[in-house]
């Protein structure tokens, strides 16, 4: 059976979280299943997967809160991205 997997993340620093998350992603992806992240363009493991075309940036999405306005949008931009997926994954 396949899996399909979508990882969600402010963003890629150091921490034990994003290891995890980055760890998954890949390992996932080589095990012949489907893998996606959705984060923001900010963190030091950015560069790991800036090229990779399972990774959707988001540029507005961050850690912090910045207004509601900004943070519907990433919500209705992520909702965006699963409701592609879902249709290139049937």
Known sequence: MKLYVVHIITR????RAQKVCLSLHKGLNKKHHKSYLITGTE?????EVKDDLNVFLLKSFKWE????????????KIVLILRKLKKENK
């Open 65 to 76: 809160i910045s207004s509601i306005t900004t943070e519907l949008k990433n919500f209705y």
């Open 43 to 47: 963190g030091l493991l950015i560069d």
């Open 12 to 15: 890629l620093d150091l921490g």
